[in-house]
């Protein structure tokens, strides 16, 4: 198994302020990665940075490639979606609309089809299409956002806090989702959370990002059963 994703010493931040202080990380193709960390830690920074929306230095080779240089949305159309904390959705717009927005890098003529696959994955989004996505609940603005994400055929779906502000039984429903898209797909995440339990049953490896720096690395299990990790982000 070979990774989709390297990254190697990246540091990034806003202005003088540095958030990532050398981060090291693989992904391998075909996983779910993880990264648990608390508020402040980084894990937005991170995905920002991986995706070219804030300056960065190091390494971040994606498919054999450096895109450490390259603009975001040429790191989209090489095969990098994000899923932005908060949905990020275009309210004003219908959920049909955002759909097409998440083709825009596109040139195929597959758009069509590719819209019929996502709502038979997302039926409601199929049954509230007309809908503009303002009006949508905050379970159905997070459907939208990873359907909107993957219009752009993706191979690495970045998915940043999907949890925040969802009931747990949305939450638990969501993540099913993510595991699927994973199994059925293929489809390679890289997924920052704070919801430990939930993210540690979907993940390959895991990741755990104190101030800026992984401080461990390893399977679920092994992330698990740390007895430090597990009164920090597991409750036990």
Known sequence: ???LLTVRGLSAGYGPIEVLHGVDLDVQEGQVAVI???NGAGKTTMLRAI???IPRTGVVDFNGQ???KTAPERIVSLGVAQVPQGRGTFTDLTVDDNMRAGAYVRHDHEVVSD???WYETF??????RSQKAGTLSGGEQQMLAIARALMSRPKLLLCDE???GLAPLITKALFQTIQRLNEQHGLTVLLVEQNANLALDIAHHVCLLETGLIIAAGSPAAIASDDAVR??????
């Open 123 to 128: 039926p409601r989004l199929k049954d509230r």
């Open 36 to 38: 648990l960390g608390a």
């Open 1 to 3: 198994m070979s990774a």
């Open 51 to 53: 995706s070219g929306m």
């Open 162 to 164: 999907p949890s925040l």
């Open 66 to 68: 450096s895109i450490i």
């Open 115 to 117: 819209l019929a696959l």
């Open 231 to 236: 009164r920090a982000y597991l409750g036990a």
